[in-house]
């Protein structure tokens, strides 16, 4: 269903996009459609962000090429000397590197087009920024992403993992702690902070899918109770841990305590 949403996003974005290019006289409409195309991301935010730079990347892109471009020939070295100095400096000011790509991108399109065409470079500006702004209220307006339900599912899942790995070490507990069955244990706990990893992943995707989303209010109190929930879940997996690895070692040294086993497996 993900997947649909965004085709159709991309889909009724990029034509809006390229019809609206025209209606403000560009003669090359397929460059907004471009940066919807690339713009549209998982979520609002990174969509907004890569958008930024993209126009930021093209602004910058032109600028190192248009006072030089028209004075040089169309080959292979003249594109690798711009493209060398127009991306030095980037590089050397440490930014993203969306933008330098950005900016590659705009000197190598805009040096082969503005020989050819004297509108390229401000069909460029203008069909960026469009496509830049239809990309993001597209992806805002129509069924805008939240991965507050995902990242539940995975919290559940862990939460019932959990459980079970408690009631395993009651019963291991209570039936004289073999070594060997420790062992096990604690294999199953190594895999359980894989799933807790994965949990806290989705939790920081989930959050991410809801910045800059108008709509998500009511889905960020969910993601703030799920996160109490996890709190506590943390805290019985440090405890059942760290329970198992004693009580493994008291094992392996035959050094068990004389205390009643059924009340450590309560």
């Known amino acids: 269903m993900k997947g649909l949403i965004l085709i159709a996003k991309i889909s009724i974005a990029s034509g809006v996009s390229w019809e609206l290019a025209k209606m403000l006289g560009s003669k090359h409409p397929y460059l907004a459609p471009l940066t919807v195309i690339l713009s549209i991301q998982e979520t609002i935010q990174h969509s907004a962000v890569y958008a930024f730079y993209r126009i930021i990347g093209t602004l910058f892109g032109i600028a190192a090429t248009i006072f030089i471009i028209k004075h040089l020939e169309v080959n292979g070295w003249t594109i690798g000397l711009l493209l060398t100095i127009g991306m030095v400096l980037p590089v050397v000011l440490r930014l993203d590197k969306t933008i330098i ?31 830049a702004l239809v990309a993001i209220m597209i992806h805002i307006i129509i069924v805008p992403p939240n ?27 209570n039936n004289n702690c073999e070594f060997v069955e420790g062992e096990n244990l604690i294999d199953d706990t190594t895999n359980l902070l894989q799933e807790l990893h994965q949990v806290e992943k989705e939790f920081k ?3 991410k899918s809801l910045r800059l989303n108008p709509f998500g209010r009511n889905k960020k109190q969910q993601l703030k109770q799920n996160e109490q ?31 009643d086993p059924q009340k450590w497996a309560v």
């Open 205 to 207: 995707k989930a959050e």
């Open 101 to 131: 790509h950005q900016i590659a991108l705009t000197i190598l399109l805009v040096f082969v087009f503005v020989h050819k065409t004297n509108y390229y470079v401000y069909d460029r500006i203008r069909d960026t920024i469009i496509g």
């Open 147 to 173: 991965y507050v339900k995902e990242a539940r599912r995975t919290l559940t899942q862990f939460g019932i993992d959990l459980g079970q790995l408690f009631k395993k070490a009651a019963y291991w507990v």
């Open 229 to 259: 929930f996890l709190f506590h879940l943390k805290h019985g997996y440090t405890y059942i841990s760290g329970v198992l690895t004693t009580f493994n070692d008291w094992s392996e040294t035959n050094s068990l305590p004389t205390v």
